[in-house]
């Protein structure tokens, strides 16, 4: 198994219930020995939930017996049934496998934009929360000890590009956690703080449908983040941004947001990919590789729920979770030499946490907003969490941040090197096919 989101976790969950130590051994290759609860990253930036919170452990399971090799795969040879590893140390490895599960997930989608990826912050780790958490509130401490006007009006500034919902939560939740923090700085103006949230979508979250999109935006605009649709980043600075409608902000806060990509190792098979994504069958079988499986973020899973030709499931953690359990069914089936079933979904809905009591939620179709969305929204969240303990402390952490309110305390992530999408996305650790090829040939010689 390759990645712990939410496919590689519900699939290796499945597979020591249902395996039997004696049918399989089970190796799970990932950096991390948690499975990052990724809809919640918002509140963790914003101080609402801790890191513990939505860091849950991979070991706190009664049937635990997977091994996990601690690092990435940055090359699979598919004929020689070989996974290239980089651990954490920086040494690379080889693990031999029967059958492979690709569920290695997404990076943050970049464009060819200057400055892009030396000045913009990322929200798809942990790590890039709590760096952006500090961050934020870093500019209102140097916002209040400045003596310039420009560069506080600088610092007070935020910018935030994406109009899904990465980039609305996000920028709904950090605003909430300015809006409450200024009240503890007497020197600085509340109207001097400005949230601009940017996307080149002519709709915010067309997901929703218009109504609850126009409700959502209604929303953010009430609360004073200006909202820019059509628009997004020419040039990113240090200390500004260039927008494609000519306007310049000055700025030391860009958080980029603007969707996902399939990871590198895709890229490393040399098997055919749509949009990016590695061609899966509906049985979520890689063809031409034999015994190898896709899921999750990084494989184009046929979408046979939807009436539209060559549809493929979009990225999201329901997706994920539910093709873990199938294919979990159909790894097993493979085993016995039994018959595989194809992914189907029904569309469970969407939820839309803003903070506060602001949400906009759809679930099962019923359009709702304001307290009912976010009880639907925080529901669905903690109900999806997989221990106990994880829904304890986000459950704690909701009413401790009811009934104290916000916290504005760096915790010491900001560091003299910013951490930039550049130190985050470890696009060049990738192997290419031919790489890939030369390595396995490599080890059959020295074999």
Sequence with gaps: ????????????????????PAEAEIAMVTPNSYQLYLPLLPQVASGVLTPQSVAISLRRSRRYRTRIIPGGAIGVDTRAKICIIRKITGEVTEQAYDHLVLAPGSITRTYDIPGLTEHARGMKTLAEAMYLRDHVIAQLDLADASEDEAERAARLCFVVVGGGYAGTETAACLQRLTHHAVKRYPRLD??????????????????????????????????????????????????????????????????????????????????????????????????????????????????????????????????????????ADNLIATLRHEPLSPYVHKDLGLVVDLGGTDAVSKPLGVPLRGLPAQVVARGYHWSALRTNVAKTRVLTNWMLNALAGDDFVRTGYRSSKPPTLREFEYTDAYLTPDQVRAHTAALRVAG
């Design 190 to 327: 509340p109207r001097q703080i400005r949230w601009h949230l940017v996307d080149l979508a002519p709709k915010l979250m067309p997901e929703l449908g218009d109504a609850l999109g126009k409700a959502a935006l209604e929303i953010l605009r009430r609360r004073g983040i200006e909202v820019s649709l059509g628009v997004s980043v020419a040039k990113a600075g240090a200390t500004e941004v260039t927008l494609t409608d000519g306007r310049v902000l000055p700025t030391r806060t860009l958080i980029w947001t603007a969707g996902v990509a399939a990871s590198p190792l895709i890229g490393t098979l040399g098997a055919e990919t749509a949009r990016g994504r590695l061609v899966v069958t509906p049985e979520l079988t890689v063809p031409g590789a034999s015994g190898v499986f896709a899921l999750g973020d990084a494989a184009a899973v046929p979408d046979l729920a939807s009436q539209e030709e060559g549809a493929i499931c979009p990225p999201t953690a329901q997706h994920a979770q539910r093709q873990g359990r199938t294919l």
């Design 1 to 20: 198994m390759v990645g712990a989101g939410f496919a590689g976790v519900e699939c290796v969950r499945r597979l020591e219930r249902r395996l039997s």
